[in-house]
Nanobody, 115 residues
Framework: QLQFVESGGGWVQPGGSLRLSCGASGNIFRFFTMGWYRQAPGKPRELVAEITSGGSTNYADSAKGRFTIDRDNAKNTVYLQMNSLKPEDTAVYYC?????????WGQGTQVTVSS
């Protein structure tokens, strides 16, 4: 079983950038498909980006061209680089790891984009 801890959230002005990190415990991180999700107030949680154990990536349309997901298996860490942030990107961002149809979640980190 893995545990995840997100960091890197905060407040940023529109057009700014943030880099989220998600560190995992254990030694099986490399086998997991890792994803970043977000949930804005009053809205369902949605996928932002995901990366497989082999490094293949998938992005929500809202993230394409602005966000980049990558992973460092040696550090048990997955990252989300967010550029050109918009107010509608404001949400709690969650890290998730999935293997064999079982998902594990972090506690989330708040991202606020406003002027």
């Amino acid at each position: 079983q893995l545990q995840f801890v997100e960091s890197g959230g905060g407040w940023v002005q529109p057009g700014g950038s943030l880099r989220l990190s998600c560190g995992a415990s254990g030694n099986i991180f490399r086998f997991f498909t890792m994803g970043w999700y977000r949930q804005a107030p009053g809205k369902p949680r949605e996928l932002v980006a995901e990366i497989t154990s082999g490094g293949s990536t998938n992005y929500a349309d809202s993230a394409k061209g602005r966000f980049t997901i990558d992973r460092d298996n040696a550090k048990n860490t997955v990252y989300l680089q967010m550029n050109s942030l918009k107010p509608e990107d404001t949400a709690v961002y969650y890290c998730s790891g999935v293997r064999w149809s079982t998902a594990y979640w972090g506690q989330g980190t708040q991202v606020t984009v406003s002027s």
